[in-house]
């Protein structure tokens, strides 16, 4: 399956695509980075909850997780480059809405325990409804992501191609 038009993700509501498991295959960076654009657009219409939206990334160096990332903020407005932050953490951007107010990217490949998260702040972060977080390597993290978190798992299928996994965490 070659990247859809996006059309699941501009026809049904957020809470369906968030109970759903899909997977994308890319080619190129730039169909990474428009899947990443569209489905922050969607994000980006719903109504806040009770707490941040929380999107976990996983796959391997070179899987294509900074790469949705860039597509990703680009949808969300965010002007400035998007680089992985591997040596800060964690980088905080200002969206232009009216319903999100920062994004937040961090990476988490130097982590060595989910601790060095809380002592950033990372709790406070999440506890703010108006803040949309991402996640690079969440998988070293997991025991202090809330729940309902989206993961996306990025898969180097060779040279050019990625299978990016869409899924619900609740």
């Known amino acids: 399956l070659i990247l859809p038009d996006f059309g699941i993700l501009g026809v049904l509501p957020m809470y369906l695509i968030l109970r759903m498991k899909k997977e994308y295959l890319t080619t190129n960076s730039g169909q990474t980075k428009k899947l990443g654009k569209e489905l922050a657009k969607k994000i980006a219409k719903t109504s806040p909850k009770k707490e941040a939206?929380?999107?976990?990334?996983?796959?391997?160096?070179?899987?294509?997780?900074?790469?949705?990332?860039?597509?990703?903020?680009?949808?969300?407005?965010?002007?400035?480059?998007?680089?992985?932050?591997?040596?800060?953490?964690?980088?905080?951007?200002?969206?232009?809405?009216?319903?999100?107010?920062?994004?937040?990217?961090?990476?988490?490949?130097?982590?060595?325990?989910?601790?060095?998260?809380?002592?950033?702040?990372?709790?406070?972060?999440?506890?703010?409804?108006?803040?949309?977080?991402?996640?690079?390597?969440?998988?070293?993290?997991?025991?202090?992501?809330?729940?309902?978190?989206?993961?996306l798992k990025f898969e180097f299928i060779d040279e050019k191609t990625r299978k990016i996994e869409l899924e619900s965490g609740e």
């Open 53 to 151: 939206f929380v999107i976990a990334l996983d796959g391997e160096l070179g899987g294509g997780k900074t790469t949705f990332i860039q597509g990703f903020a680009k949808g969300l407005g965010v002007g400035e480059k998007i680089l992985s932050p591997t040596f800060a953490i964690l980088k905080r951007f200002k969206i232009k809405d009216l319903r999100f107010k920062f994004f937040y990217h961090f990476d988490c490949y130097r982590i060595k325990s989910s601790e060095e998260l809380i002592n950033l702040g990372f709790k406070e972060i999440v506890e703010n409804p108006q803040n949309i977080i991402a996640i690079e390597w969440a998988e070293r993290v997991n025991k202090i992501l809330p729940r309902g978190v989206l993961k």
